[in-house]
């Protein structure tokens, strides 16, 4: 699809933003096209001199005002969470207090991160002065996804503004009024600044304002949101070698060891399967359990799932299927996993009433049925037995995704989380990497490349420049067409005499 084309599609002007619970309106936006999009970024790259020219300091001290408003709107925002997304109050809580620990992060580690740093020059270059320094994109464009439409914008944003970049925002169409809440308490802890220059800019719309995004002359993308989806973002970013940052899907597992701590395995595997309503890119898809301890690990899932509640009010544990159309993803995998011979523990097809759709525990999945295979993105708990831990890391292994994986062992977590083709592991606790802002978050094969939080999070946002400056006369110089006839070989007779052993 061209550029112009986007521009002429016959769709809606404008879109709804409404509570998953019961359908009342949140807030209508405008489906933004290309040459709205452009526009924005135009307006984000007239500020990029002034935010870029700013000190770390200078920065910080901007960046923690906008902390400490969020904090002190807490409840304001953590309440537009619940009501855009469904989820409960306490999920939406926890997500506030990780959006404002990442925040913090970026703006207290920019300075040691990215701040220019001497490196060794090396023999040949003993006589120069070399030096490495980040310098921002310029503009970045961030594609929030809507599960958690904090925290998860959060890690490419405040890291993108820490390392001196302005960046424009589209939210995801389901949650497009946080997302403006975000931009519009950053423009309001400016002051009289904000008035003038806005560092962080909001687009809002649908796929079509996001490949506008792609195409409208940002100098990176970062991307959170499905493989599917993903893919063609990237191709539109391919028109302009728009470099990206893909954090996508997952089907993370839970290994849980013979030796493992079976009660906390069994906290873990619920938690983290069942929060926010299964609706979490390193949510646990998939447990795998040792044969000697399955069927005591089992009995604790099930009990635990069937104490859960499930509703609409703030105070349950579970809430809605935020996305519609995600229920059909989650209906077919239940039955397909049961057609292909899993059990149904707890739940079954009669546990999707829409738009919610309670626990269900299927064990003796086959491993080529699709609630396996695919991200399910919803309440489902697959547990499989295997003989061993080896088989375990195997079979989590085999899967076309890579993000995060957990594993339960009281001696043998190490060597499994060193066996394990993922970005992420966590070792006898639960997502635990989620809350360290100082670990890189992001996967590999299908879940995507590049990483968030972290210093390499700050470094995904900033170009890495080399320089060289000659201090010394050199006793030989090789990069010479009027070197002496001896130099290539006395420089080969030192290289062999340092380097041989």
């Known amino acids: ?150 925290f998860t914008p959060m890690g490419s944003i405040a890291y993108a503004l820490a390392a001196g970049n302005t960046v424009v925002f589209k939210p995801s169409e389901y949650t497009t009024r946080v997302g403006q809440w975000l931009v519009d308490t950053f423009v309001e802890s400016l002051g009289d600044e904000g008035m003038h220059r806005t560092p962080l800019r909001l687009i809002t719309g649908n796929g079509i304002t996001g490949a506008a995004l792609c195409r409208s002359g940002i100098d990176k993308l970062a991307f959170t949101g499905s493989t599917a989806t993903a893919r063609r973002v990237m191709g539109a970013c391919a028109e302009s070698l728009t470099p990206v940052l893909m954090e996508c899907g997952g089907k993370d597992a839970l290994l849980v060891d013979s030796t493992a701590n079976l009660k906390s395995a069994a906290d873990a595997v619920v938690w983290g399967a069942l929060a926010n309503a299964g609706q979490t890119c390193v949510g646990v898809e ?90 399910t993105f919803g309440p489902v708990i697959i547990i499989n037995r295997v003989p061993s831990l080896d088989v375990a890391v195997a079979r989590t292994n085999a899967s076309r995704y890579g993000l995060g994986a957990t594993v339960f062992s009281r001696r043998n977590g190490n060597r499994a989380a060193r066996s394990l083709r993922v970005g992420m592991v966590g070792i006898n606790s639960i997502l635990p990497y989620v809350a360290m802002p100082s670990l890189p978050f992001g996967g590999v094969g299908n879940s995507g490349f590049g990483r968030i939080h972290g210093a390499d999070g700050l470094r995904e946002f900033a170009m890495p420049k080399s320089v060289a400056r000659k201090v010394l006369p050199a006793a030989m110089n090789p990069t010479s067409f009027n070197r002496p006839f001896w130099t290539v070989r006395a420089l080969v007779s030192l290289t062999k005499s340092l380097y041989r052993w």
């Open 286 to 375: 998939r447990v795998y359990v040792a044969d000697a301890v399955a069927e005591e690990f089992i009995s604790m899932v099930c009990d635990h799932v069937a104490s859960l509640r499930i509703g609409g009010d703030t105070s349950a544990d579970i809430g809605p299927i935020t996305m519609p159309s995600q229920i059909d993803i989650i209906e077919r995998h239940i039955n397909d996993g049961v057609a292909a011979g899993g059990q149904p523990l707890v739940g079954g097809s009669s546990s999707v009433r829409p738009p919610y759709v309670s626990p269900v525990v299927l064990v003796d999945v086959p491993e080529d049925a699709s609630a396996v295979t695919e991200e």
């Open 1 to 150: 699809m061209s550029g112009n084309e986007v521009d002429t599609l016959a769709v809606p002007a404008t879109f709804d933003s409404v509570d998953p619970r019961n359908g009342e309106l949140v807030a209508m936006y405008p489906i933004q096209q290309l040459h709205d999009v452009r526009d924005t970024v135009e307006q984000a790259r007239a500020d990029t001199d002034w935010w870029s020219g700013l000190s770390f300091a200078g920065r910080t001290r901007r960046l923690t005002k906008w902390r400490q408003l969020i904090l002190n709107r807490f409840d304001e925002l953590a309440d537009l969470v619940s009501r855009e997304t469904g989820k409960p109050s306490a999920d939406a809580r926890i997500e506030v207090v990780l959006g404002v620990d990442h925040l913090h992060w970026a703006t207290k580690n920019a300075k040691r991160v990215l701040r220019r740093r001497h490196v060794a020059p090396g023999m040949l270059m003993f006589n120069h002065v070399a030096t490495v320094e980040y310098q921002p994109y310029g503009v970045v464009g961030v594609i929030g996804p809507w599960n958690y439409p904090v």
